[in-house]
């Protein structure tokens, strides 16, 4: 099992890290009925960067919710030891595990790890990074995360030199190697980062941050028909 029996060609991911975390399971309720399958679960430890965010037991009050409505947690590890958590977060209902190759002293074998827990496994790569430098390090990987914004927290602007990022990696990678991109996605920029390359697109604030979330993902969505041939 893997990204491909999981994910549909395209997918607006809903960054949970934005939610209003008094109505979760309301609010990824909605968005399942709306069509989200791909949830975006943010761990971050207050190290690799500043804020601390959610992580398992958050994830696993909900992973039997999500698997209710078919639908998977893809989890973006913005951790500085990101192989500590992976057993977990499997434990807890991941479904995937994205760790940052900045962290990563070996990727291959971190990404062979998440695999032998039976993680899907994704390689994200920060806005200093080369992008030559993730797309080599993602052999074996199911997709690759380009970074958009700083990692950090929701709500910020997508940085102008992300869709030529975003086209480099694409050239970069095997044709089934997913291209994800997080940060500043919304009804503006969720087009160009398509065009550009990318197929997993996640949204936090233009998602939750809206009166309807639901309306906001389908919208989102809507906007990427006919985006790319
Ligand atoms: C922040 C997280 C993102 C965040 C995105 O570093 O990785 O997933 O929730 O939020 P928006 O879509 O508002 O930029
Ligand atoms: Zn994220």
């Given at each position: 099992m893997g990204w491909s029996d999981w994910a549909r060609d395209v997918e607006v991911e809903p960054s949970i890290y934005a939610a209003d975390f008094s109505r979760l399971g309301d609010q990824l309720g909605g968005l399942a009925a709306a069509g989200a399958r791909v949830f975006h679960f943010d761990v971050g430890?207050?190290?690799?960067?500043?804020e601390i965010t959610i992580g398992p037991i958050v994830l696993a009050s909900i992973a039997p919710l999500v698997r209710g409505w078919s639908g998977v947690l893809d989890c973006h590890l913005m951790v500085s030891e990101p192989e500590k958590h992976f057993q977990a977060i499997a434990e807890a209902g991941g479904k995937s595990v994205t760790f940052h190759v900045e962290v990563s002293d070996d990727p291959a074998r971190t990404i062979a790890r998440a695999r032998s827990l039976g993680l899907g496994v994704g390689v994200a790569f920060n806005p200093e990074t080369e992008v030559e430098h993730a797309a080599a390090a993602a052999e074996g990987a199911d997709l690759v995360l380009c970074m958009s914004?700083?990692?950090?927290?929701?709500?910020q602007k997508l940085m102008p030199e992300a869709p030529g990022r975003i086209e480099q990696l694409r050239s970069l990678l095997p044709a089934d190697v997913r291209v994800q991109v997080d940060g500043g996605i919304n009804a503006e920029t969720i087009r160009a980062a398509r065009v550009a390359g990318a197929d997993l697109l996640v949204a936090g604030s233009a998602i939750f941050?809206?009166?309807d979330p639901a309306a906001a993902h389908a919208d989102l969505t809507d906007r990427l028909e006919h985006s790319r041939g």
């Amino acid at each position: 099992m893997g990204w491909s029996d999981w994910a549909r060609d395209v997918e607006v991911e809903p960054s949970i890290y934005a939610a209003d975390f008094s109505r979760l399971g309301d609010q990824l309720g909605g968005l399942a009925a709306a069509g989200a399958r791909v949830f975006h679960f943010d761990v971050g430890d207050g190290h690799f960067i500043p804020e601390i965010t959610i992580g398992p037991i958050v994830l696993a009050s909900i992973a039997p919710l999500v698997r209710g409505w078919s639908g998977v947690l893809d989890c973006h590890l913005m951790v500085s030891e990101p192989e500590k958590h992976f057993q977990a977060i499997a434990e807890a209902g991941g479904k995937s595990v994205t760790f940052h190759v900045e962290v990563s002293d070996d990727p291959a074998r971190t990404i062979a790890r998440a695999r032998s827990l039976g993680l899907g496994v994704g390689v994200a790569f920060n806005p200093e990074t080369e992008v030559e430098h993730a797309a080599a390090a993602a052999e074996g990987a199911d997709l690759v995360l380009c970074m958009s914004i700083h990692p950090g927290y929701s709500g910020q602007k997508l940085m102008p030199e992300a869709p030529g990022r975003i086209e480099q990696l694409r050239s970069l990678l095997p044709a089934d190697v997913r291209v994800q991109v997080d940060g500043g996605i919304n009804a503006e920029t969720i087009r160009a980062a398509r065009v550009a390359g990318a197929d997993l697109l996640v949204a936090g604030s233009a998602i939750f941050w809206r009166d309807d979330p639901a309306a906001a993902h389908a919208d989102l969505t809507d906007r990427l028909e006919h985006s790319r041939g």
